[in-house]
């Protein structure tokens, strides 16, 4: 999430009053993917993979499909980065806003909700 990912959506939910963010990853992301392979990549696309390798390298010893932990980490990461933001995390302890975690697999159309403040 940059800065100014963070900066429009506390526009949102200040201003304009949203409710509820909610942080979807799904299957078989290619922006994860390509951080767990290590890929060169053109352009600010590299913010991207700077910014997943956190949750890359947290869910890189769990048992299970690796592609799909690294997603649902990163899911939970970005939300968390979310509700650093000292306006996401005022509203949220004002209970005028929830920041959710979801991931969506793309194969049955299931969301599961990962976290949830």
Do not use: M, W
């Not at 963070?6 to 304009?16: A, D």
């Not at 690796?66 to 990163?74: F, G, I, M, P, V």
């Amino acid at each position: 999430t940059t800065p100014e990912e963070i900066g429009s959506l506390e526009f949102g939910t200040l201003v304009l009053g949203a409710k509820v963010l909610v942080v979807v990853g799904h299957k078989r992301c290619g922006a994860v993917d390509a951080t767990i392979k290590g890929a060169q990549v053109p352009g600010q696309i590299g913010s991207l993979i700077e910014a997943i390798k956190p949750a890359v390298e947290s869910s890189k010893n769990q048992t299970g499909d690796r592609l799909e932990n690294a997603s649902k980490a990163n899911v939970v990461l970005q939300a968390n980065r979310l509700k650093a933001s000292p306006v996401i995390s005022k509203l949220i302890a004002e209970n005028k806003l929830k920041v959710v975690g979801a991931y969506y697999d793309l194969d049955t159309g299931r969301v599961t909700i990962l976290s949830d403040s």
